[in-house]
């Protein structure tokens, strides 16, 4: 990259940001150029030089917080999904650490983003961040307990709206439980350990 795709690409991340950090508090639709320039740091002209509309940048945002999001597990995948195939069924559950670290650090490291998620679950198209976890996990797990392709969405809109819960209540406290309690409790709430539930968490 030379110096002036360098200057152009951080002019639009610091666009990209912006629009993000407005979207906590304002819906996609009410927010304009000169809001987002402001808060960027630059000029009407620069955003035209880059973007026709809001839209096109709001795009962008998405795309690269969806590349961001995919980064955090892609040295996981491989092993993630060796585990689920080559493991006892006895053994195999829906949720682990193994892809819940990398989940709940990108959060973590993206608090804004995930703020303006909630607030805005539309706009910010959050479907797309949960594909590798339906792809890469529930799916292949659904299909090792054999359940019905019919009943797939099902199984998967409870574990990813009761995931999304926790992690809202959990962004609500600016994340202030660490990310090892976050899992036990997730962990904990699909399938209880006998006798030791309340008792891992750091004090």
């Not at 002036?4 to 940001?17: D, G």
């Not at 508090?25 to 150029?33: A, S």
């Not at 990108?106 to 679950?121: E, L, Q, S, T, V």
């Not at 969405?153 to 926790?166: H, L």
């Amino acid at each position: 990259m030379n110096k002036s795709e360098s200057k152009y690409f951080n002019t639009a991340l610091l666009m990209n940001e912006a629009l993000i950090d407005l979207l906590k508090t304002k819906d996609l639709e009410y927010i304009t150029v000169k809001e987002i320039c402001e808060k960027a740091g630059v000029n009407r002209s620069t955003f035209y030089l880059h973007y026709e509309t809001i839209l096109d940048l709001a795009d962008e945002a998405l795309d690269n917080v969806t590349k961001r999001f995919l980064s955090y597990f892609k040295h996981k995948e491989g092993e993630i999904t060796g585990k689920i195939s080559s493991c006892e069924l006895s053994d195999l559950v829906f949720i682990t650490k193994d892809y819940l670290r990398p989940y709940l650090q990108f959060i973590y490291d993206n608090k804004n983003i995930y703020r303006a998620n909630f607030r805005n679950p539309n706009n910010m198209q959050v479907d797309k961040q949960y594909e590798l976890l339906k792809t890469y996990i529930l799916e292949p797990v659904f299909n090792r307990f054999e359940i019905p392709n019919k009943f797939h969405k099902y199984f998967t809109a409870y574990y990813i709206e009761g995931i999304s819960a926790i992690i809202k209540e959990w962004l609500n406290t600016n994340c202030s439980d660490s990310i090892d309690d976050i899992i036990r409790v997730i962990e904990e709430c699909v399938r209880p350990s006998d006798g030791t539930i309340g008792k891992h968490y750091e004090e």
